[in-house]
């Protein structure tokens, strides 16, 4: 879709009036017999013909500018999009949305009762001393299953397996009650986003040709909801948070990689051979600086400290203290590497706060493709890390 902009709109109006009454002009002379109609009519077309030449180049400076950016300028148009408009690469899907529908009433079961009898115990183990006696009181998943907005399929750098990706949104109207101790909260309004990842693996010559499925999702999906029960909530400060850790927790310990749910479909391939696969090889990561930071402190200067993530691993650099131009040294860190395809080196910039929340000042990533091209040699790379929207 290209704008024409107001100013062309204009522009373009007014010639189009102008080249309306200039052949006006011409048609009433020529009425009258007058012999100007040859110049008027040479007019007219001649103001024509400049208006439709600037249309034009409107037309054309908008393609190149759509042509670089697509993803950009779709995203101007629509905040929230599926990632299959702009990945050619990534298929439409709704055929499974179709069969999630008929699942979900059998779906929300099994998870009513996983959630009760696996989650809720490793929840109480993991909170702190004081806070006992951790229950969910009521679980409602409701109606609207998650929807699958995209799947990708690998075909390059892959072997003797199958990988799937599909990206998952849920935005639907769960309603779930928990107790603390004495105080007892609403859980709504609950919104899930995640690249899940479906691994066939290994492939056979005889069926069923696939000796077992992997499903788990590469990186920490995100997880936001809304609390209700005011008066409980404002009695216990850091709830939220407490139970959105909780919750991230335990999906990790089930799903998020290293760990993994796995489904074997042949006797020749034990669970145990596809929840501990093979690592690919061992990356490591050495932050050296940082240059020209802005400051967030009321001194204008800031404390600064990188955390890098790879597959739910994360390692934080030592922060350094009143600078905008930090360096590190020394700073090594080491991340087994499990998977390669779609997989990437995430970098966070924050300041830290010892009083508030910690200020992101910057991110930034680098796709596991990119640093497998530089095997066996060492390389610096200097990333311009992207600011945060606030």
Known sequence: MLKFGAKEAVTFSRNLGISLVFSLIGWFVHWLN????????????????????????????????F???EKETIHEIFEEIPS???FP?????????KLMNR????????????????IEPNIQKSLPKKINNFSFETIDLGDKPPKITGVKLYTKHVEDEIILDANIFYAGDAKVSVKLSKFE????????????RIVLRPLLRHPPFVGGIQIYFLTYPMLDFDLTNVASVLGLPGLYSLLRKALLTQLANYMVLPNKIVLPLSQEISASHLKFSEPKGVLMVKIVEAKDLSGHDLTSKSDPYVKITVSGEEHCTGVKMNT???????????FTVLETSGVKLMMELFDKDDASKDDAMGSGCVSYHILFMLTFRTNTITYFVDQPAN
């Open 34 to 65: 007058f012999s100007l109609i040859g110049v008027l009519f040479l007019c007219a077309v001649f103001s024509w013909h400049i208006t439709f030449e600037q249309y034009r180049g409107v037309k054309k400076d908008q393609a190149k500018a």
């Open 67 to 69: 042509f670089g950016k």
């Open 84 to 86: 299959w408009v702009y």
């Open 89 to 97: 690469d990534v298929e439409r899907t709704e055929w499974l949305n």
């Open 103 to 118: 699942l979900w009433p059998d779906v929300t079961h099994y998870a009513r009762e996983f959630l009760k009898h696996n």
């Open 185 to 196: 909260a609403g859980i709504k309004d609950v919104e899930f986003k995640g690249t899940l």
């Open 324 to 334: 905008h131009n930090p360096v590190w040294e020394n700073e090594v860190f080491y």
